[in-house]
């Protein structure tokens, strides 16, 4: 060796590779610290005993709802106090024992953007140890799963409430199980009202079991069938037979099987919902009998009838009341116009106390005398009740109306002349009575007896007993005893036996007549068949109230009709297309057969109807396609994808060949998919590239494959510890504004006039629809005049 050169230094060598190797750990820190702050999961390094927080990164400050002003540099408590009881027990526990620490949906109370939330995480709390083995700190990684929690927390409650709806509901529910129609559950107005028994002596039996009866009925073969078909079957007032403890009894009933699905589509079930209307179909028979037997009555007696409005005293009344006073029956009169026609006299004496009265007691009733456009003077009897609303505040008055001027002229006959009165009472129709001080009836004229049957001498020995009806006698006797002891009038509403038996209504009134020194010299009184008027009055009473509760009913039954309407859509799907088939059937014959009778004017009209019915029928095979895409079967099959894609260009293949478009596709994955629905995806989304094309230009549609984890796909839906496989479809067509992403999956949503691109507006919705279906994800992207990509994202197994 030259004794010039110059030996290596030891000591520099080592220097030099130790500064190699800080500075290599600091660019590992570095490196980690970066990648940190860029995780999308929450992710905060605490360090020693109090837990000092030496970084985090946005998506825990997010998380947390603090600034790294605010948690950075800090003890972990003071600048989170709210979340010490919860989460320092645990940390510390992981700092003494070394041991990692896994959180699922931990519940904790934070305070962040200004308000206290609930929220729930997913964590782990992981100990970092130095080289020399000592536990120095934890790094945290959380992710919040806030909104998972409390959907499956709403779907949990959403299963109760149904069960809850079902045993609440006042319409009779029931829930049958499998094709042997098992009773699963009945609520207490199916148990009580319709099958007499308890739930412990029909749940978990066969339906037929418990009712054999229903074997030679039509139900059963009904109940099979929505269970086969998953179709819904509606019918009202059907005749039922149904054997309970009391006996075989009939009812009509308005009913719905509806087909309960599990998750794979298959009918698992049927929930039954009865409505006994059998006393509204009896009823309404009754109304009928009673209508025509009220029309007879009303002619016969010349009875008008009124409705009065007690709000805004709207009078609503029958053509006899105008005649009453003095008009033509087709006069509009209105209440006060009626009122002023009353004499002045009995106005505030009569009509207006009978009026006040009325709204204490419910009943109105009052006699006074009208005049007449030609000044004579009538009488008028009047009779009606009030019905109240729900809060009892009076809403309206119904009542009849009847002229009496005969009556009160014979009555003031009778004052006149005691030979006269009686030989006028004879005459009468009414019932015509006297009674002495005492009140002892003495008299009773040729209607009392004719009506009666009984002679002088059976009448005056057991007097009213005989006929007033047993159920009114004592109230008839009670204010009978009244008057007689207070001099007052004596007015009652009861029923009179018939000498065939029937009981009728009569109105009686019997009126105290005076000496000059006012003592009672003897009553006078009167009866008046009331029947058809006091049954008409009942019967439009009950009338109101039947349809007050057909109303309720009806509120009810929207809360279950928007339920159905994506079953109705099904439905009503296949019913519609046959008319339009029709449609456009009978137009194209016309055109052929009867093209030289047209104007060109009516060609045109035939053109636009074949053009309407075609959009029509595309519009219905598109909701039946959605229909199908919530409610069908869900079969999966293992299918190669290549093959599906295939099929799917074979039947678009003129519309390809047409345009002049190039579809190339890398190799597709095998995996367990719905087979038609993924022919119905990869049909609408290839069929839209090739809709909407910039004109002049060939369609180039490109579709890609491969995989790619949850936590890079940009949206929120999907699982960061997921990975799935992707599917996209990109072409170079007029693309869109990302701004309406959301509305292109919406149904009917359209970007573009129909004069300018043809469609319904539902497709891409079914293409979201069939993706959810598998669990997956639908994404798009574009940019207007360059194109568009459609993404599908499903779950890797």
Same mark, same amino acid.
């Given at each position: 060796?030259?004794?010039?050169?110059?030996?290596?230094?030891?000591?520099?060598?080592?220097?030099? #590779?130790?500064?190699?190797?800080?500075?290599?750990?600091?660019?590992?820190?570095?490196?980690?610290?970066?990648? @940190?702050?860029?995780?999308?999961?929450?992710?905060?390094?605490?360090?020693?005993? %109090?837990?000092?927080?030496?970084?985090?990164?946005?998506?825990?400050?997010?998380?947390?709802?603090?600034?790294?002003?605010?948690?950075?540099?800090?003890?972990?408590?003071?600048?989170?106090?709210?979340?010490?009881?919860?989460?320092?027990?645990?940390?510390?526990?992981?700092?003494?024992?070394?041991?990692?620490?896994?959180?699922?949906?931990?519940?904790?109370?934070?305070?962040?953007?200004?308000?206290?939330?609930?929220?729930?995480?997913?964590?782990?709390? #992981?100990?970092?140890?130095?080289?020399?083995?000592?536990?120095?700190?934890?790094?945290?990684?959380?992710?919040?799963?806030?909104?998972?929690?409390?959907?499956?927390?709403?779907?949990?409650?959403?299963?109760?409430?149904?069960?809850? $709806?079902?045993?609440?509901?006042?319409?009779?529910?029931?829930?049958?199980?499998?094709?042997?129609?098992?009773?699963?559950?009945?609520?207490?107005?199916?148990?009580?009202?319709?099958?007499?028994?308890?739930?412990?002596?029909?749940?978990?039996?066969?339906?037929?079991?418990?009712?054999?009866?229903?074997?030679?009925?039509?139900?059963?073969? *009904?109940?099979?069938?929505?269970?086969?078909?998953?179709?819904?079957?509606?019918?009202?007032?059907?005749?039922?037979?149904?054997?309970?403890?009391?006996?075989?009894?009939?009812?009509?009933?308005?009913?719905?099987?509806?087909?309960?699905?599990?998750?794979?589509?298959?009918?698992?079930?049927? @929930?039954?919902?009865?409505?006994?209307?059998?006393?509204?179909?009896?009823?309404?028979?009754?109304?009928?009998?009673?209508?025509?037997?009220?029309?007879?009555?009303? %002619?016969?007696?010349?009875?008008?009838?009124?409705?009065?409005?007690?709000?805004?005293?709207?009078?609503?009344?029958?053509?006899?009341?105008?005649?009453?006073?003095?008009?033509?029956?087709?006069?509009?009169?209105?209440?006060?116009?009626?009122?002023?026609?009353? &004499?002045?006299?009995?106005?505030?004496?009569?009509?207006?106390?009978?009026?006040?009265?009325?709204?204490?007691?419910?009943?109105?009733?009052?006699? !006074?005398?009208?005049?007449?456009?030609?000044?004579?003077?009538?009488?008028?009897?009047?009779?009606?009740?009030?019905?109240?609303?729900?809060?009892?505040?009076?809403?309206? @008055?119904?009542?009849?109306?009847?002229?009496?001027? %005969?009556?009160?002229?014979?009555?003031?006959?009778?004052?006149?002349?005691?030979?006269?009165?009686?030989?006028?009472?004879?005459?009468?129709?009414?019932?015509?009575?006297?009674?002495?001080?005492?009140?002892?009836?003495?008299?009773?004229?040729?209607?009392?007896?004719?009506?009666?049957?009984?002679?002088?001498?059976?009448?005056?020995?057991?007097?009213?007993? &005989?006929?007033?009806?047993?159920?009114?006698?004592?109230?008839?006797?009670?204010?009978?005893? *009244?008057?007689? +002891?207070?001099?007052?009038?004596?007015?009652?509403?009861?029923?009179?036996?018939?000498?065939?038996?029937?009981?009728?209504?009569?109105?009686?009134?019997?009126?105290? #007549?005076?000496?000059?020194?006012?003592?009672?010299?003897?009553?006078?009184?009167?009866?008046?068949?009331? &029947?058809?008027?006091?049954?008409?009055?009942?019967?439009?009473?009950?009338?109101?109230?039947?349809?007050?509760?057909?109303?309720?009913?009806?509120?009810?039954?929207?809360?279950?009709?928007?339920?159905?309407?994506?079953?109705?859509?099904?439905?009503?799907?296949?019913?519609?297309?046959?008319?339009?088939?029709?449609?456009?059937?009978?137009?194209?014959?016309?055109? +052929?057969?009867?093209?030289?009778?047209?104007?060109?004017?009516?060609?045109?009209?035939?053109?636009? @109807?074949?053009?309407?019915?075609?959009?029509?029928?595309?519009?219905?095979? %598109?909701?039946?396609?959605?229909?199908?895409?919530?409610?069908?079967?869900? &079969?999966?099959?293992?299918?190669?994808?290549?093959?599906?894609?295939?099929?799917?260009?074979?039947?678009?293949?003129?519309?390809?060949?047409?345009?002049? !478009?190039?579809?190339?596709?890398?190799? $597709?994955?095998?995996?367990?998919?719905?087979?038609?629905?993924?022919?119905?995806?990869?049909?609408?989304?290839?069929?839209?590239?090739?809709?909407?094309?910039?004109?002049?230009?060939?369609?180039?549609? +490109?579709?890609?494959?491969?995989?790619?984890?949850?936590?890079?796909?940009?949206?929120?839906?999907?699982?960061?510890?997921?990975?799935?496989?992707? *599917?996209?479809?990109?072409?170079?067509?007029?693309?869109?504004?990302?701004?309406?992403?959301?509305?292109?999956?919406?149904?009917?949503?359209?970007?573009?006039?129909?004069?300018?691109?043809?469609?319904?507006?539902?497709?891409?919705?079914?293409?979201?629809?069939?993706?959810?279906?598998?669990?997956?994800?639908?994404?798009?992207?574009?940019?207007?005049?360059?194109?568009?990509?459609?993404?599908?994202?499903?779950?890797?197994?």
């Amino acid at each position: 060796m030259n004794e010039s050169t110059e030996l290596p230094n030891p000591g520099s060598y080592f220097d030099h #590779q130790a500064d190699r190797n800080k500075k290599q750990s600091s660019d590992s820190e570095s490196r980690f610290r970066d990648t @940190m702050k860029q995780a999308p999961v929450g992710m905060v390094i605490l360090r020693g005993e %109090d837990f000092f927080v030496e970084m985090a990164n946005d998506s825990y400050l997010n998380i947390v709802g603090r600034t790294e002003e605010e948690l950075v540099g800090r003890l972990l408590f003071d600048a989170l106090p709210e979340v010490r009881e919860y989460v320092k027990p645990v940390l510390t526990k992981v700092l003494q024992t070394g041991e990692p620490f896994h959180g699922n949906e931990f519940e904790v109370t934070l305070n962040r953007f200004g308000k206290k939330e609930l929220c729930y995480f997913n964590f782990v709390y #992981q100990p970092l140890a130095e080289t020399s083995g000592e536990l120095s700190g934890i790094i945290v990684v959380a992710t919040e799963v806030t909104q998972q929690v409390l959907s499956k927390q709403a779907l949990q409650r959403s299963e109760n409430q149904f069960r809850s $709806l079902v045993t609440q509901s006042q319409f009779a529910k029931a829930i049958f199980k499998g094709e042997d129609f098992v009773i699963s559950l009945a609520n207490e107005a199916m148990l009580k009202n319709l099958w007499r028994r308890t739930l412990d002596e029909v749940a978990g039996r066969k339906l037929l079991d418990v009712f054999p009866e229903l074997q030679q009925q039509k139900f059963i073969t *009904i109940l099979k069938n929505v269970y086969e078909t998953g179709t819904i079957h509606r019918e009202n007032e059907a005749l039922a037979q149904v054997d309970g403890p009391d006996g075989m009894r009939t009812f009509y009933l308005d009913y719905q099987y509806a087909p309960i699905f599990e998750e794979e589509g298959k009918v698992s079930a049927i @929930m039954v919902s009865v409505n006994d209307v059998t006393e509204k179909v009896k009823f309404r028979q009754q109304i009928s009998e009673a209508a025509d037997r009220l029309s007879l009555a009303t %002619d016969g007696t010349k009875l008008a009838t009124w409705d009065l409005n007690l709000q805004t005293r709207d009078i609503i009344y029958s053509g006899r009341l105008a005649t009453l006073f003095g008009y033509d029956e087709n006069k509009l009169l209105t209440h006060a116009e009626l009122r002023d026609h009353v &004499h002045p006299d009995d106005r505030h004496s009569i009509v207006e106390k009978a009026f006040e009265l009325a709204l204490e007691t419910g009943t109105y009733y009052y006699e !006074a005398r009208v005049i007449h456009p030609d000044k004579s003077i009538h009488w008028i009897r009047t009779q009606g009740k009030i019905l109240y609303r729900d809060d009892r505040v009076p809403h309206r @008055m119904l009542g009849t109306m009847m002229d009496i001027t %005969d009556r009160k002229e014979s009555e003031l006959a009778i004052k006149t002349s005691e030979g006269k009165f009686r030989t006028l009472a004879d005459s009468m129709p009414q019932f015509v009575w006297t009674g002495d001080r005492e009140g002892n009836l003495n008299y009773f004229n040729k209607s009392v007896y004719d009506y009666t049957g009984l002679t002088p001498a059976e009448m005056h020995k057991h007097l009213w007993r &005989h006929i007033v009806h047993p159920e009114d006698l004592k109230e008839n006797t009670r204010l009978w005893n *009244i008057s007689i +002891e207070n001099g007052t009038d004596f007015v009652r509403e009861h029923r009179l036996r018939r000498f065939d038996g029937e009981f009728r209504w009569k109105l009686s009134r019997a009126i105290p #007549q005076r000496n000059p020194d006012g003592t009672i010299n003897m009553w006078v009184g009167t009866s008046t068949d009331i &029947h058809e008027s006091k049954l008409f009055i009942d019967e439009l009473e009950t009338k109101v109230q039947l349809r007050t509760k057909e109303l309720t009913i009806a509120n009810s039954e929207l809360v279950r009709t928007n339920m159905e309407l994506a079953q109705f859509a099904y439905v009503a799907s296949h019913d519609l297309q046959e008319p339009l088939r029709k449609i456009q059937t009978f137009a194209t014959r016309i055109l +052929e057969t009867e093209n030289d009778k047209l104007s060109e004017k009516g060609k045109d009209y035939f053109s636009r @109807m074949q053009a309407s019915s075609t959009r029509m029928q595309q519009l219905i095979v %598109d909701l039946l396609a959605f229909s199908r895409a919530n409610a069908v079967e869900k &079969h999966f099959e293992r299918t190669d994808l290549n093959e599906i894609l295939k099929v799917v260009k074979e039947q678009l293949g003129e519309v390809i060949s047409q345009r002049n !478009a190039v579809i190339t596709s890398e190799l $597709l994955s095998t995996r367990d998919v719905i087979v038609y629905q993924f022919e119905q995806l990869f049909t609408n989304i290839i069929a839209n590239s090739l809709k909407f094309v910039k004109p002049g230009q060939a369609p180039l549609i +490109e579709i890609k494959t491969g995989r790619i984890a949850g936590q890079s796909i940009a949206l929120s839906e999907a699982d960061p510890g997921q990975t799935y496989t992707y *599917i996209s479809f990109s072409d170079n067509g007029i693309g869109f504004d990302e701004q309406f992403k959301d509305r292109i999956f919406q149904v009917f949503q359209r970007l573009h006039n129909r004069s300018a691109y043809d469609g319904t507006g539902i497709g891409l919705a079914i293409c979201k629809k069939i993706v959810e279906n598998h669990k997956g994800l639908l994404d798009a992207t574009g940019q207007p005049g360059i194109g568009a990509s459609f993404i599908i994202y499903l779950p890797e197994a």
